[in-house]
């Protein structure tokens, strides 16, 4: 794809996002889609958002979570910015959400970082740790603007990595926490909507844990999108614990979990 088809394809994504449509597979199409191509158009989409005023806040990182590769058909992790038109950071542990602006809504519980220090490529699991302020429980909702959430890993790339809003719940400090690692590897993850449980979890389905989940973004995005970076004051969400569950209005979404150092969510869905 040429500067011009990038930006087409880009503008295309943009305008389903405010009209909540779908559009035709990229991949699909003639030429195909390759993953560079699919980054190129994140940039371009990244460019274009921050034309129109919002700003990035951070990152999400998706499809970690192996056992719904073959449920998606996407094998492999992708990564974009999350916003601050999307993204908020709770005062509590319950929240509303309008699912307003949202294109086939999905429900993620996930485990979030917030960065004090940049990371890097090649950094060890406690080099990496050291550039964490804070871990939360939180929910990302996905969307996506391809029909019946079929697609290939470079549309999801390109689709604004299906982020569509992120509530991070209350933060707790890493610098105490000397067993991170394995106890966010080992956290019990129960979803429950309206009382009755849908999906459980372990963090360890996320590449083997929240933060060896994070640890495999760096070094992909180095790799693969040299120009993005996290830095210090980011917001990353790391994949979802279980599977990702529609939305409509009216529900009452709900986690229980195993560590009681997090916090668990409560949020309702609106018009």
């Known amino acids: 794809m040429n500067a011009a088809a990038i930006d087409a394809l880009a503008r295309e994504l943009l305008a389903a996002w405010g009209a909540t449509a779908c559009v035709p597979l990229p991949s699909a199409r003639p030429g195909g889609l390759a993953t560079a191509e699919a980054y190129a158009v994140g940039e371009r989409l990244r460019a274009l958002r921050i034309a129109r005023g919002e700003r990035p806040v951070g990152w999400k990182i998706g499809f970690t979570n ?41 429900l993620e519980p996930e485990v979030a970082f917030g960065l004090k220090a940049a990371p890097r490529a090649g950094m060890s699991l406690a080099e990496l740790q050291g550039c964490i302020d804070w871990v939360a429980h939180g929910f990302e909702v996905v969307h996506t603007h391809y029909e019946g959430w079929r697609f290939a890993a470079p549309d999801t790339a390109a689709d604004f990595a299906l982020h569509g809003r992120l509530r991070v719940g209350p933060r707790v400090p890493v610098a105490d ?30 590449l083997d844990g929240p933060l060896r989940a994070l640890q495999a973004m760096v070094e992909a995005m180095a790799g693969t ?28 979404w709900s986690t229980r979990l195993s560590n009681p150092r997090l916090e668990a969510l409560e949020l309702r869905t609106v018009a």
């Open 225 to 252: 999108t040299p120009a993005w970076r996290i830095a210090a004051g980011d917001v990353v969400t790391t994949g979802t614990i279980t599977d990702a569950w529609p939305l409509v209005p009216g529900q009452r």
């Open 177 to 206: 926490w000397p067993t991170l690692d394995a106890d966010l590897s080992a956290l019990q993850v129960e979803l429950l909507c309206d009382g009755v449980v849908k999906d459980r979890g372990q963090g360890s389905i996320v």
């Open 66 to 106: 192996r056992g719904i590769w073959e449920r998606y058909g996407v094998y492999q992790p992708m990564w974009a910015p999350v916003w601050d038109t999307t993204t908020e950071l709770l005062e509590g542990a319950t929240c509303t959400l309008s699912l307003a602006g949202l294109s086939q809504p999905r």
